[in-house]
């Protein structure tokens, strides 16, 4: 089964950034969907962006547009989250997650998903 391990959260100042990782362990990603959701304090968890890895297309939320970028580096089997610019509204867990590689409509929405890390946190101050 494939497991998802998230490093690279912690501290950082408004206008700061971070990268994020998302290493599998157990499967090498070849065509699945990979993503990244954030849950803030007393919040649903949200959606923020994905990469097909079986082609390197990505998608973006709205909120994190032109400022975050999701890539894949198949050495390490691991999906990245660079995250630039950040504003105190980016605070929250991230979590990383991925289907298992059968194909999927869209990929937004959870259902897509079948496997989840632990969660990193990213907590930016003013």
């Known amino acids: 089964t494939l497991h998802l391990m998230e490093s690279g959260g912690g501290s950082v100042q408004a206008g700061g950034s971070r990268r994020l990782s998302c290493t599998a362990s157990?499967?090498?990603?070849?065509?699945?969907?990979v993503g990244w959701f954030r849950q803030a304090p007393g919040k649903e968890r949200d959606w923020v962006a994905s990469?097909?890895?079986?082609?390197?297309?990505?998608w973006y939320a709205d909120s994190v547009k032109g400022r975050f970028t999701i890539s894949q580096n198949d050495a390490k089997n691991t999906v990245y989250l660079q995250m630039n610019s950040l504003k105190p509204e980016d605070t929250a867990m991230y979590y990383c997650?991925?289907?298992?590689?059968?194909?999927?409509?869209?990929?937004?929405?959870?259902?897509?998903?079948?496997?989840w890390g632990q969660g990193t946190q990213v907590t930016v101050s003013s």
């Open positions: 997650a991925a289907d298992n590689g059968g194909g999927f409509a869209t990929p937004q929405p959870e259902y897509e998903y079948n496997f």
């Open positions: 990469i097909y890895t079986g082609g390197g297309n990505t």
């Open positions: 157990g499967v090498t990603f070849s065509t699945n969907l």
